[in-house]
């Protein structure tokens, strides 16, 4: 039962406009949450994380938000640049828990 | 250079074949993961080690087994038992298994493997 949810499967942003990445999870012990980067044929690199005592985080283009009520966060990326065209994976973590991940949207940036 | 190592980068079995991807990483972490990814299908969890001589099942462990006598060694073998082995492979490890702030997840480059 997938845990962490990303249910847009691919998303089209034009270049110098926001992309906003979704996610949801179900699991109320997930603590901390983790964006990660994904190119064809590589290894995930991670982007950004969030605690769960936060509700924002911010590192340069990069924005997690988080709404603990609703388990949903959001990734933004503002400005968009065709190098950010990639597989984003949302993952969510617990004491107890190995890091979960979710299925991933491809985000294409178009000039 | 620091970090994890994927091998072989690409693999082939035939069916009813064994075959071992191996996963190397210089970090002294304690933890090490296999993951899945499949179109479609995000990043499944195979096996994950807490520490040395220690192994978990993940989501996914049917057809699998694992081995960690060193802490930096962390082979994964593809059993004949596996129904649909073919599948792109990723190795990840971090400081400890709990993911919170200061220590993430590492992936290696991951192994294509494709059965024959």
């Known amino acids: 039962d997938q845990q962490v949810k990303q249910n847009s499967p691919s998303l089209s942003v034009q270049e110098g406009r926001i992309s906003i990445l979704n996610c949801d999870y179900t699991?109320?012990?997930?603590?901390?949450f983790l964006w990660y980067k994904k190119y064809p044929a590589e290894g995930p690199t991670f982007l950004i994380s969030?605690?769960?005592?936060?509700d924002k985080n911010e590192d340069g283009r990069f924005t997690v938000f988080l709404n603990k009520s609703a388990k949903h966060l959001s990734l933004h990326i503002v400005p968009s640049q065709p190098g950010d065209s990639a597989v984003y994976f949302c993952?969510?973590?617990?004491?107890?828990?190995?890091?979960?991940f979710g299925k991933g949207t491809s985000l294409l940036v178009t000039p | 250079d620091g970090g994890i190592t994927q091998s072989p980068k690409y693999l082939f079995r035939k069916e009813g074949q064994n075959v071992t991807l191996s996963c190397e990483q210089n970090?002294?972490?304690?933890?090490m993961y296999w993951y899945r990814q499949d179109p479609g299908q995000g990043l499944r969890l195979i096996y994950y080690?807490?520490?040395?001589?220690?192994?978990q099942k993940g989501d996914i462990a049917e057809g699998y087994s694992v081995s960690r006598e060193k802490k930096e060694s962390f082979p994964l073998t593809v059993t004949s038992a596996q129904k649909n082995p073919t599948a792109f492979y990723l190795c990840?490890?971090?400081?400890?298994?709990?993911?919170?702030?200061?220590?993430?997840?590492?992936f290696g480059e991951g192994s294509w493997l494709t059965v024959v």
């Open positions: 080690s807490q520490i040395v001589n220690d192994f």
């Open positions: 993952a969510a973590s617990a004491i107890t828990y190995a890091l979960n």
């Open positions: 970090l002294n972490h304690d933890a």
């Open positions: 969030i605690s769960s005592i936060k």
């Open positions: 990840a490890s971090s400081i400890t298994v709990q993911i919170l702030s200061g220590n993430t997840i590492y």
């Open positions: 699991n109320s012990m997930f603590d901390y």
